[in-house]
């Protein structure tokens, strides 16, 4: 098991949208994300900066590199980038982070 973190942009003014969004998470979105074997997934908000801060537990890291070619994944991506700063390919831009602390 492997933790991964990242951080986001949100465009001013979506908060509320974002989390509607993610609250009505597609059914086939998830299933895709636990069947990757995706768990503990938590986004948060930075209110101030609108920086959003994403953790997950991977069983395999690599395997993550698989789901930009889904095509649940591109459909979720695109329905987000009206809100978030993305790439042209409409994936969110993300920034992996380094862990540098770990308590457990």
């Not at 209110?47 to 994944?73: C, K, R, S, Y």
Request: aromatic share 12%; proline share 5%; glycine share 4%.
């Amino acid at each position: 098991m492997e933790r991964v973190a990242f951080k986001m942009q949100l465009k001013k003014g979506f908060e509320a949208e974002y989390k509607k969004r993610h609250d009505e998470i597609w059914p086939e979105l998830e299933e895709l994300l636990k069947e990757t074997g995706i768990s503990e997934y938590s986004i948060f908000l930075d209110e101030a900066t609108g920086a959003l801060f994403g953790v997950l537990i991977a069983q395999d890291a690599a395997g993550l590199d698989h789901l930009p070619a889904q095509a649940v994944m591109q459909r979720w991506w695109k329905y987000m980038d009206d809100i978030m700063e993305t790439n042209p390919d409409n994936s969110p831009v993300s920034i992996p982070l380094k862990e540098v602390f770990y308590l457990s």
